[in-house]
Each structure stands twice: as structure tokens, then as C-alpha cells.
């Protein structure tokens, strides 16, 4: 059970970020933000209990497949959701369409997990 | 669809014939000869013709040349020529009016003429030709107006997973307003909020006014201009361009202010999207960290130039033409495709234009001129 309450938050538009850090907060959880892939795994580094997530997929540094597929390599044991407005490959991660319901999310997260 | 096989043509394809002739016998005689094998209406003039073609679709019109009316064939032709183009036009002469004849060909009017007296299975295949050529003709012009309208939905589908991403992430903005009595209640400070709310309002109307330019009716943008000073209005402009991601990961953002005084009429807020649009391409293009994007304001007699130079890669000749178009994009699911067409129709309001240069040592440099 991971009792870390910090949810790594990414997305490449600041208004966006701000909203979703803001719901996260309001549910009680700890919100980190990032503003792509590349910073998120800065992010991941300063906060190594952190095991949950919720990313944008279309950024312009370090988004896309190539995010995902890092994420499944090095994140596998994350509970990540992955928002989106297209059809995308989540792989094992959990796909939402944006933009997201955040109670669904935090039910997500609200789930024991490994 | 279940297409129905039918023996001979569909009954809305059937060989119609327009006679027009003002002795009565002749109408007589044509019906009699034809009616077996094709539609026959006749009219004895050509004022009671064109009456006729108003309510119903004639492939052939046939007319005599010379009638009692104050109209004759040739005349009534070239005024069905000018009405229903598709129709195709006959001549009949009883006599070698040969002037009149020649005349009418000459000027297009007619596709044929027939001379009198004429032979019945002559005409007849010549009646039916010409029926086939005007079904032809129609079905040709469908196909096309098919085609034209799948092109347009295929660039409306392009655009589309651009807008409901640009659409989403103003949603998911906007639902900050959901909290916000809870959070005055708890007296918390909401004024990011606020202004993060204006902020998504803002990129929903600059979002429908883009699109407004692309939908059926629109199509000019309206400006009401006032006279600035140009350098100022720009260095203005700035403070609200590094607010923007793409530019804030530029190594250098600088304006290079003409050396006079640069006052213009121009309608600050579209120049503005303008702007903000080009220099955010210019910083999209480049690598983060490295970019540098230039605004340089050059004065010319009649007009001022806004030259705005980024080091990427320069605008691939594939685009050259197409991103003045709407719904071309070369960013992939990123870009909607309106911001560069929009930024000409916004130019071309003010009487100015705008105009990209790939430079040699890479980068590129969009103008923009503005008319004094």
C-alpha cells in the first residue's frame, strides 16, 4: 500500500495545470505540478515515493507514444492516468478523456494499490 | 444504398424535347413523328417557351428560326443559352437562312442547326445524342460538386482533432468556476482563479472568432483601427507573449524598435493576435533553450514592415503555398490550421499583407506591412 499522498500533475498548458493541481488539492491529495514530460521526470526524482500520476499526452517536449512508452518501461508500478482528447495507446495505464472528471480520477487514485 | 436495375434509362432521364415553332401544324407533325420515342412539349413562341423551361428541365430545345413573334429562334436560344446552359440548343431553318444560321453558331448560341424538310430518323438521332449528352453533362457536374464536398470534409476532419483538443483544455479550464462559491464561502483568495477563468473565456472567443472566418457567411474580418505608436504598442504586446510556453523556453526575445517614431493606424488587438501568432510558430519551430525570435520595425515611404525572424528550420517548400489556406497545419494534432490564414485576412482588413522569406542560414522571417 503506498500511503504517499502526492499526485504528479502534467500538462504543457498553464491554465490546464492550474485547474487540475487545484481539484487535486481540494480532494486533499499533495499536487506536483509539471509542464511536460520532460520536467515530470525531473519531477519524479525530487519526489521518489510519489507512484501516481496524471499526464496530458499531446506536449510538445517529451509527449506522445514515446512519453508512454517511457512511463510503462520505468513507471510500471504507477498509477497513471492518461488524458487525452484522441484516440491514444494508454498501454497499462488508464485512459481519460479531456477534459478529465476529476472524481473519476481520484477514484483511480483512491484505490488500494500494490 | 440498393441501386434498382432498370431495362432503359431512369424515367427522370428520359429524352425531353422542346419544340418551339409558330405554325401550328409543324407542332403537330414534330409531336406525331417523335412522341413515340421521346417527350415532346411544344410552344408556338418564345415568350411561351421560356414560360415552360421555368417549370420544367428540357435537355433539347429545338426552334424554328423564323416566327411571327417579336422573338425569333435565335434570339429565343441565345436567351436559353444564357438561363439553362445545360440545355442543348437546335436550329430549325426552313429555307438556307444562311446569315442567321452562321450568326448563331458563331456565337455559341446553338449546338446545331436542322434544315427544313427535315428526316425523321435524322432527327431523331440526333435528338437522342443530344439527350445523352446533356445527362452526361449533369451527371459530370454532380460528380465534381461530390468531389469538391468530400475534399471539404476531409479538411474539416483534419481540423476537427485539433479543435476538440483546443476545445477540451479550454473545458477543463473553465470548470474551475465549479468551486469557486465553495471557496469565497471558506473566504479563500480566488483571484488567480478569476484570472485564470478570464484567461480560458478569452481563448474560447479567439477560438470562435477564427473559426466564424471559416464558417458559410463569413469571410471578412472587420477592424477599427486608431493611431499608435508602433514600438510601444509591440513593446506591449511582448509582456503578454511571454506568458506563452512556446516562448518562454526562447533564449531571446527582443524588438528592434526603427529608429523615428513610427505611428500607424491599426486595430491594435487583431495586429496583436497577429503578432502573438507568428512569433509563437517562430518559437514552436525552434529548439527549447535555443531559440531566438526578432521583431524589427522598418519604416518605407508609404508603408511600415513588422519583420519577425526565428532561427528554426525555415518553412518546408511542401507548405509554401498551403499555410495562408485554413485547416493546413504542419503541427500535426497541435495545430488547428487557422492561425496563418486568419493572420492574412486580419493583414489584408487593414490594407496590408503579410509575406514569409526562408532565410539561407536557416530560420525565416515573416513581413508584415502595414500601409501608413
Known sequence: ?114 | MSEKIESGPPAHRRAKVLYVDDQQGNLVVFKATFKKFVDVVTANSGKEALALLERDEFPVVISDQKMGDEMNGSQLLAEVRKRWPDSVRMLLTAYTDFDAVVAAINDGQIARFITKPWERQDLLGTILSACELYWKTKENKNLTEQLLHRERLAAIGQVTSGLVHELANIAAVLSIAEDLQEDLKKGMDITKDIEILQGGIEKFMVLVESLRIYSKGGGAVHVSTQVVDLSEAIENMLVVLRLFPQVKQLKKLELVPCAEKVVVPIDVKKIEQVIVNVVKNGAESTKPGEGEVTIAIRSATTDVFVEITDNGPGIPPPAWKKIWEGFYSTKGEKGTGLGLAMCRKIMEAHGGSISFENLPRGGCTFSLRIPR
Open chain 1, 1 to 114: 500500500m503506498n500511503d504517499d499522498k502526492k499526485i504528479l500533475i502534467v500538462d504543457d498548458d498553464p491554465a490546464v495545470l492550474f485547474v487540475a493541481c487545484k481539484k487535486v488539492r481540494a480532494a486533499g491529495w499533495d499536487a506536483i505540478a509539471a509542464v511536460d514530460g520532460l520536467d515530470a521526470v525531473r519531477k519524479l526524482l525530487e519526489h521518489p515515493r510519489c507512484r501516481r500520476m496524471i499526464t496530458d499526452f499531446v506536449m510538445p517536449a517529451f509527449g506522445g507514444d514515446a512519453w508512454i512508452r517511457f512511463l510503462e518501461r520505468f513507471c510500471s508500478e504507477w498509477t497513471i492516468v492518461v488524458a487525452s482528447t484522441e484516440d491514444v495507446d494508454p498501454g497499462q495505464f488508464v485512459c481519460m478523456p479531456k477534459p478529465l472528471d476529476f472524481e473519476n480520477v481520484l477514484h483511480v487514485f483512491s484505490r488500494e494499490i500494490r
